[in-house]
Every structure is written in C-alpha cells, then in structure tokens.
T-cell receptor, first 116, second 114 residues
C-alpha cells in the first residue's frame, strides 16, 4: 500500500495520560500535515512540515501538543496530560509541491482518540 | 481569514433523485476550491477541485461542482444518486498564495434512501 498510513487507528486512554500517534506519508512527499476532526465538524489544521522543518502551528495546538518529523519522513504527534476535550480524529496528510504551487493533500485513515 | 459554510448538516434523498450540496466561502484572497468525501471509517478522499479555467468541474463518479465567483459559492450536484453515495461531504478552500492550510466546512451528510 503506497498511501498515507497512521498508527494506531484507535486509541483509548485515561485523562492525564500521554499519547503518541505516528504518520507515515507517501514516500517522497516533502510536506506533511496534521489536522484534527471533532464530532460533527470538518477537519481543522494543526500544523505542517516541509521536510523536517515545522513551518506553522495553529493556535489550536496548545503547549501539551508537540509534533516532530525528525528525518523528514514519518511524523509523530504527542499529546501530554490528555483531557477529555482532546477526544477527536487526528488526520495526517502528505503532499509534494508542484511547479504551479498547488499540492494535492492525500489523507490517511486517521487515529481516533478517546479520552475517558 | 478564510471561512467555509455548509448550511445543510444532513441531506436525505431517495435513490436516483438529484441532489445539491451547498457550499459558500469567504476569503479576501484568491483560493482554490475542493470537495472531499469521507465514507464511514475511512479517511478523506478528494472528489473534485477547482484550480482555474472552466468554472464547471466534474468527478469520475458523476458529481459536478460550479465555481461562482460573484456568489462565492461552489455547490456540489449530482443528477441521480446511488446508495453508495451515502457519506459525509466536505467543502474546503486553500489560499493560492500559501497553499498548505486547507480550511474545511463543517460537512454535509448525504443519506441516500432506497
């Protein structure tokens, strides 16, 4: 399978615990994005990387959230001291950048987080 | 700032009937426009996009959308729906000058009944 993959697909945790999600982009895609989708809402942008550099972080990404892409390939999203409000689907996407400036984002299946 | 409005949270329709899912957007800069579809327990899939040129764009499975600049709309239509079209549909915009942050609407659930 050459699409974007995410692991785990589901995560149930207790409030206050730390969780980490992994995203493997399509190979050779230099851009990687994280979005969060809460129930009944569309996805909201969290952050994005170009290669290993994190170029923008949304205000939605509180200090408890950290994302890394250490070698410009896979990425991890960590949430520390989880809260019930963190329950959501976390989506990862990747893209290359073509000469016209438009880059189609290909989405993974998401990681559904439930905080009890 | 950009925003996307999908006024209909759910649209029930009978199989083989036509459907229109409405999308309006607000932006002070030029944007690209998209429709994504999300089937149950799956990720988002790009359904169709408007980048430039003809304002009417079509997908391979019979959907079409028309960009209307004066009304800032990008409504999605299909003349005859199938049961398999049941899904969540998201309209989204992307700024042309910094094309990395997709801004999504809240989604419309299309429910096709036999």
């Amino acid at each position: 399978d050459t699409g974007v993959s995410q692991d785990p697909r589901h995560k149930i945790t207790k409030r206050g615990q730390n969780v980490t999600f992994r995203c493997d982009p399509i190979s050779e895609h230099n851009r990687l994005y994280w979005y969060r989708q809460t129930l009944g809402q569309g996805p909201e942008f969290l952050t994005y990387f170009q290669n290993e550099a994190q170029l923008e972080k949304s205000r939605l990404l509180s200090d408890r959230f950290s994302a890394e892409r250490p070698k410009g390939s896979f990425s991890t999203l960590e949430i520390q001291r989880t809260e019930q409000g963190d329950s959501a689907m976390y989506l990862c996407a990747s893209s290359s950048r073509d000469s016209t400036g438009y880059n189609e984002q290909f989405f993974g299946p998401g990681t559904r987080l439930t905080v009890l | 700032a950009q925003s996307v409005t999908q006024l209909d949270s759910q649209v029930p329709v009978f199989e083989e009937a036509p459907v229109e899912l409405r999308c309006n957007y607000s932006s002070s800069v030029s944007v690209y426009l998209f429709w994504y579809v999300q089937y149950p327990n799956q990720g988002l899939q790009l359904l169709l996009k408007y980048l430039s040129g003809s304002t009417l764009v079509e997908s391979i499975n019979g959907f079409e959308a028309e960009f209307n600049k004066s009304q800032t709309s990008f409504h999605l239509r299909k003349p005859s729906v199938h049961i398999s079209d049941t899904a969540e549909y998201f309209c989204a915009v992307l700024r042309m000058d910094s094309s990395y942050k997709l801004i999504f609407g809240s989604g419309t659930r299309l429910l096709v009944r036999p």
